[in-house]
C-alpha cells in the first residue's frame, strides 16, 4: 500500500479527560495542600487550543488508559468532548492508537479533527473494522472537540 503524506499536517497524541480540572492526572506534581506543579490534562488542552488557533492542519487523537498489548481485536469507538469517559472500560491498545495517528495522515477530508478514543470487545465472529475504515466513518459525521469547552488560553505578551 503506497501512502502519501501531505505537509503541514500535524498529528498530536493528547489524553481523554482534559475537560475535568478534577481528573487525577491533573493532581500529579502537586503537595497535599494542592500546590505545585501539575495540571497536566489542563495544559493539554491549551497546548491543543494553540495548534488549532496555529492555520496548520491537525489530527489531535484524545485516547484512553493506554494497553500494552501486542495484538488488538477490538472494535475501535470514537467520540469527542470527554464522551467515552462515562463508560465503564476506557482503554486502548497502543497499537490501535498508532493506527488511528497513520489513518488521520491518510483518511481525513482534508479538514482538521480532534477526537476521543477507546476500544471495546467485538462481537464473537464479528469482523473488526480496521483504523482507516473507523476514522473514515467518524469523519463522515463531521463531528470535531468543541474547543470552547476547558481551560482558557491565557494572553501572549
Request: hydrophobic share 35%; glycine share 8%.
Amino acid at each position: 500500500r503506497r501512502v502519501l503524506f501531505r505537509s503541514k499536517h500535524v498529528v498530536l497524541i493528547s489524553s481523554m479527560g482534559v475537560l475535568d480540572p478534577d481528573n487525577f492526572l491533573n493532581s500529579i506534581g502537586k503537595d497535599k495542600n494542592g500546590d505545585g506543579h501539575g495540571d497536566i490534562l489542563l495544559w493539554k488542552r491549551r497546548a491543543e487550543k494553540y495548534l488549532c488557533l496555529s492555520g496548520l492542519r491537525y489530527s489531535i487523537i484524545h485516547p484512553g488508559g493506554l494497553m500494552d498489548t501486542d495484538e488488538s481485536k477490538m472494535k475501535l469507538v470514537l467520540d469527542v468532548d470527554d464522551n467515552l469517559m462515562r463508560r465503564e472500560k476506557k482503554s486502548i491498545a497502543r497499537g490501535d492508537v498508532a493506527e488511528l495517528a497513520i489513518a488521520s495522515l491518510t483518511a481525513d477530508d482534508g479538514r482538521s479533527v480532534s477526537f476521543d478514543c477507546v476500544g471495546e470487545e467485538a462481537e464473537e465472529g464479528a469482523a473488526v473494522p480496521s483504523a482507516d475504515d473507523t476514522l473514515r466513518e467518524f469523519l463522515l459525521s463531521g463531528r470535531t472537540a468543541d474547543y470552547t469547552l476547558g481551560p482558557s488560553l491565557p494572553s501572549l505578551p
